[in-house]
């Protein structure tokens, strides 16, 4: 079996988690992408890749009126973005989609990355996503759990594995044409509900579209 055919890597697999549980990775939004949104005009088009059931989009859209679009590639957690779109009185587009082999003819303002578990060659065509889809100037907020978090005491959360995570040196190369805004190891403690709580050994970015 090949890594990108693990069962985790496939919608099903996801489909089944977010059924099997009332909000997976619960209703609060990224605490750090809620801070660093500030730095984002009001009503600017925000698209969240990997988004599950987008409570930081959702958050985002009531807190500051961005337009926002949630791409995901299990039905099950669409479904219950648009859910909790409805329940929050906010409008969300969602999206299905792998955004592995995404390729949309639109841009928007801003990307937004929270915990999305992929392989390194993965990364490497999601980070050239990004590029595309931010408009010149626009902003990418990214958080991750980095490779430190398989070791001392943090929160048995996230990836078994440290391939699944990212270094802070993979996100400055990537992004080496842009301007890096921050680019830190954090050590941190996740707050929201659900899958998503402890202390935790991260990786926040922040990175702005230079012009191609």
């Not at 859910?83 to 409008?91: F, H, K």
């Not at 993965?122 to 980070?127: F, G, H, M, N, P």
């Not at 594995?161 to 805004?181: S, W």
């Amino acid at each position: 079996m090949s890594e990108s055919s693990r069962p985790s890597s496939q919608p099903v697999f996801w489909d089944e988690r977010y059924a099997a549980h009332d909000h997976l990775f619960g209703t609060r939004p990224s605490a750090f992408v809620e801070r660093e949104a500030a730095r984002l005009e009001r009503e600017s088009a925000v698209v969240e890749l990997g988004a599950g059931e987008a409570r930081t989009l959702c958050h985002l859209a009531q807190s500051a009126g961005h337009r926002v679009t949630a791409v995901d590639f299990s039905a099950v957690a669409l479904q219950g973005a648009a859910a909790l779109a409805e329940a929050q009185g906010v409008d969300l587009e969602t999206i299905e989609a792998d955004v592995r082999t995404w390729s949309p003819s639109r841009q928007w303002d801003a990307v937004v990355v929270a915990f999305l578990q992929l392989l390194p060659d993965e990364r490497s065509a999601l980070y050239r996503c990004i590029r595309r889809i931010l408009r010149p100037g626009g902003l990418v907020f990214g958080e991750w759990f980095r490779p430190a978090h398989l070791n001392g005491a943090y929160a048995r959360v996230g990836p078994s594995r440290p391939d699944r995570m990212v270094p802070p040196r993979e996100l400055r190369d990537a992004f080496a044409d842009d301007e890096v805004l921050r680019c830190d190891a954090v050590e941190g403690r996740l707050d929201g509900s659900g899958r998503l709580h402890g202390k935790a050994a991260l990786v926040h970015f922040v990175a702005r579209r230079r012009s191609a």
